[in-house]
């Protein structure tokens, strides 16, 4: 008899231990199929370690193929699933499709950023929910130190050394606490002006921190985090994001550049398209994780709801110590449903409490339900950790231990780029790519990945003068990041060919109209003067507008890719990042200065050129110093939108990035 096949979709906490019980349970008498986006298993808990300089990014992965015996790993997301005829269709990292047939599927999908209908958050805002988001994190955090301490004028110091978090969950907690610790350190070798201190903000609109815990974990929390001078404020949250800042819900303005949005995750979409029964946006399934009426169909782990055995009537919560428990039943069950184990077992969980990590020895833990704070709490959480990580722990020890004794490295390597992590995105497991498989499908781009890369790194370091900010719900630029393809995931980035008016759908960037699934909360498009409030100076593209395509001297939105063919950060050339795919490209051979290939100097990637991100800033660029004897550029007036493909200002200008100045702003309420 032929051996069953069992599929697995997503190797997080659920769908790793899935795959591992599994290997273990039917040595060798089943097909095991892990379908994954990454070869690696992400530890998110540790993420904000990452962000903040503590951890090495590897360290807070592990191998799949090295752990995961008799389990065959297929790289790929995802795309649609054909019940009836028990296939996936998937789409793999160069673009390329593939089917897998399955006995069994398991969906562990895990989930994605929860987005807000709060204005300006899309476009300004960041998520922290993949390893992308943290790499991109640290790199930015530390930017603006650097700015802040080379800045002459004391507000402009002051905006970029202003970091708002909002949601003070375990993920915005734990943020906001190592990022005050990051920066303070930074500081202290290389300080600001005069008294001046990072600031992060911790938002929320929870009367208290940590609102879905224990209240005196939470009051742990919140007297470490104030201890530290984080600026918590709760029963607060954004009202407005904007280029230079956020408004709050109190109506005070907050210079800022950077907004970390932790508002909480939603479950992936991609079980939304299935047409079941869910709650809540998680696929609805029995005590058995198994989806009734579909006996050949298992969910755990965020993207399902399961029902709590312990408290009737609720499902159990999205944490890492459900999904991995999950992980084991669903195994079992699915061995148990082939002949291939025992009897099937519902799923019962006990709480083992809680940990959160502060940074440095402190943190709120409460082991079994003892609570404690200070040094204690800071051994068990760390303890926990280890235990609880499948992998690689000796390094993540090996970490601490240095970053004990050592100050940290504040470098900032430039390799994941504000568009690159968009808020509304599917797949916040994957940074964006210049030349990604989107951009295969349609090479006729107006605009590409190569002119976001100019417009992620052309801020002034004033931010004035700006223009040409693209929205979500702008018309997206063929060819851009964010203008792909998928079908199924919303914001996925991969897809099939698909002809020029269907690829506006189910995209960031897309009209939201849409674009948005269902229950996502992504903001309506909304009317220009209330989408321009408190942005002075940015005439920007409107809601279903086109956008402004190649504005010299535009500043973009942060997590938009930028402007258009022919202009300064516009569409590339042929072989350059973001024009049309040549050979060597992510999905085909690298050529010279694509990532894959051997980097050209002054290319992403590459040895930093005078004026790249990394190297010193040309003069006589966009957004970097002006030569000598040169007019600073001159910014378009609201409302005179220059033509597209209009040719740059400067004939020395020339595209490409020049002085990186990502953005962020934030706002909302929320907890993950
Ligand atoms: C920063 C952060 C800190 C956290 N800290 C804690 C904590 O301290 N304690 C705690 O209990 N919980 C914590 N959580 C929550 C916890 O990590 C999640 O509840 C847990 O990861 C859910 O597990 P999962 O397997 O469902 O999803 P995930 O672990 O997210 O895994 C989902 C997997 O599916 C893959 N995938 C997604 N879409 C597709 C697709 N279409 N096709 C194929 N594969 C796909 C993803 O790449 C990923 O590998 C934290 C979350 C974050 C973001």
């Excluded at 109506?251 to 869910?278: A, H, I, K, N, Y």
């Excluded at 693209?470 to 914001?491: F, H, I, L, V």
């Amino acid at each position: 008899m032929s051996r069953p096949r069992i599929l697995i979709v997503g190797a997080g906490f659920a769908g790793y231990r899935t795959a591992r019980t599994l290997s273990r349970m039917t040595r060798g008498r089943a097909h095991i199929t892990l379908l994954n986006p990454t070869d690696y298993f992400l530890y998110l808990p540790l993420l904000p370690q990452v962000a903040a300089g503590v951890l090495e990014p590897r360290r807070v992965t592990v191998s799949l193929s090295d752990t995961l015996p008799n389990v065959r790993l297929v790289l790929g997301e995802a795309e649609r699933i054909d019940l009836d005829d028990r296939t996936l269709h998937y789409t793999g990292p160069e673009g390329e499709g593939g089917t897998l047939a399955y006995d069994r599927l398991v969906l562990a999908a895990g989930s994605v950023n929860k987005l807000l209908p709060i204005p300006g958050v899309a476009e300004h805002a960041h998520g922290f929910r993949g390893l992308p988001e943290a790499l991109y994190l640290r790199d930015h955090v530390t930017r603006q130190v650097e700015l802040a301490a080379a800045a002459d004028d004391p507000k402009t110091c002051a905006a970029r050394c202003t970091f708002v978090v909002v949601g003070a969950g375990y993920t915005g907690t734990e943020v906001a606490a190592h990022g005050q610790m990051f920066t303070d350190a930074q500081v202290r070798r290389h300080p600001l002006r005069r008294g001046m201190r990072p600031r992060w903000m911790l938002l929320d609109v929870a009367p208290r921190v940590l609102p879905e815990m224990d209240e005196k974990l939470s009051a742990t929390a919140d007297r470490v985090l104030r201890e530290r001078g984080v600026d918590v404020r709760m029963g607060t949250s954004v009202k407005e994001a904007t280029h230079d800042g956020v408004v709050l819900t109190d109506g005070e303005f907050v210079e800022t550049r950077t907004l970390v949005w932790c508002v909480g995750v939603r479950p992936d979409p991609l079980v939304e398209s299935l047409g079941l029964p869910m709650e809540k946006g998680r696929l609805l399934v029995d005590p058995h994780l198994q989806v009734p009426g579909r006996p050949e169909l298992f969910a755990c782990g965020d993207v399902a709801a399961v029902p709590d055995l312990e408290k009737p009537g609720s499902y159990t919560p999205m944490t890492a110590q459900h999904a991995w428990r999950h992980g084991k039943v669903a195994a079992e069950n699915v061995a148990a449903s082939l002949g291939l184990g025992g009897a099937r077992k519902p799923y019962r969980h006990r709480d083992l409490g809680f940990v959160v990590d502060l940074g440095g020895a402190k943190a709120a833990a409460n082991p079994l339900g003892v609570p404690l704070a200070g040094v204690p709490a800071g051994v068990v959480t760390r303890g926990y950790h280890l235990a609880a990580m499948p992998g690689n722990r000796v390094r993540v020890a090996a970490d601490w231990l240095l970053d004990a004794v050592l100050p940290r490295q504040a470098v900032q390597l430039g390799l994941v780029r504000s568009w690159s992590v968009p808020l509304d995105t599917s797949s916040p497991e994957l940074a964006r790519v210049p030349g990604g498989p989107e951009q295969r499908q349609e090479v006729s781009a107006r605009s590409g990945p190569g002119a976001a890369i100019a417009a992620d790194t052309r801020e002034g370091e004033t931010g004035t003068g700006g223009s040409g900010q693209g929205r979500a719900g702008d018309e997206p630029a063929k060819g851009q990041p964010g203008s792909g393809t998928a079908s199924t995931r919303p914001g996925s980035g991969t897809a099939e060919p698909r002809s020029e008016a269907e690829t506006a759908k189910g995209r960031p960037g897309a009209d939201p109209a849409v674009r948005r699934p269902p229950g996502s909360g992504i903001a309506e498009p909304r009317s220009e003067p209330e989408t321009a409030k408190g942005r002075p100076n940015a005439p920007r593209s409107q809601a279903g507008d086109e956008p402004t395509k190649g504005q010299p001297g535009g500043e973009p939105a942060r997590n938009q890719p930028g402007p258009a063919k022919g202009q300064p950060g516009g569409e590339p050339a042929k072989g350059q990042p973001g024009g049309e795919p040549a050979k060597r490209q992510p999905g085909g051979e690298p050529a010279r200065n694509q990532p894959g290939g051997e980097p050209a100097k002054g290319q992403p990637g590459g040895e930093p050129a005078r004026g790249q991100p990394g190297g010193e800033p040309a003069r006589n660029q966009p957004g970097g110093e002006p030569a000598k004897n040169q007019p600073e550029p001159t910014p378009q007036p609201p409302g005179d939108k220059p033509p597209a493909d209009q040719p740059p200002p400067e004939p020395g200008a020339a595209p490409g990035p020049v002085k990186r100045t990502d953005v962020p702003d934030d706002s909302a309420k929320g907890d993950s």
